[in-house]
Nanobody
Framework: QVQLVESGGGLVQGGGSLRLSCAAS????????MSWFRQAPEKQRELLAS???????NYAHSVKGRFTISRDNAKNTLYLQMNSLKPEDTAVYYC??????????WGQGTQVTVSS
C-alpha cells in the first residue's frame, strides 16, 4: 500500500496562495486517480480535485478557477496550487490515491488556515 505524506500547509492571508504537495512512497505512474480533499471543523470531508493517470482533471465548483491539481510522475508527487484563498478555505487538506483492487490510500493531512 502506498504511503502518502502531505506538506505545504500553513497560515496565509486572504487573497494569498499556497502550494500543497503529496509525496508518495512509490511510483505514482500506475495510480489510476489521485485526489485532494479537505475537511473543515464539524463539516464532512469534501472532494476538491482529481487527476487521472492520463492527467485528466476535475474540480469542485467551490475551487474551480482558483485551485490547480497536477502530478509529477518523475517525483512521485501530487500538487495542489491554491490561489485567491478565502477564510472559508480553512481546513485540513488530504490527498488520496486509488488503484482499484489494489489500494485506496490517504495521507495524514496538512492544516491550511486563511485569515481575513
Amino acid at each position: 500500500q502506498v504511503q502518502l505524506v502531505e506538506s505545504g500547509g500553513g497560515l496565509v492571508q486572504g487573497g494569498g496562495s499556497l502550494r500543497l504537495s503529496c509525496a508518495a512512497s512509490e511510483s505514482i505512474f500506475s495510480i489510476t486517480t489521485m485526489s485532494w480533499f479537505r475537511q473543515a471543523p464539524e463539516k464532512q470531508r469534501e472532494l476538491l480535485a482529481s487527476i487521472t493517470r492520463y492527467s485528466s482533471t476535475n474540480y469542485a465548483h467551490s475551487v474551480k478557477g482558483r485551485f490547480t491539481i497536477s502530478r509529477d510522475n518523475a517525483k512521485n508527487t501530487l500538487y495542489l496550487q491554491m490561489n485567491s484563498l478565502k477564510p472559508e478555505d480553512t481546513a485540513v487538506y488530504y490527498c488520496r490515491a486509488i488503484r482499484p483492487g489494489v489500494y485506496d490510500s490517504w495521507g495524514q493531512g496538512t492544516q491550511v488556515t486563511v485569515s481575513s
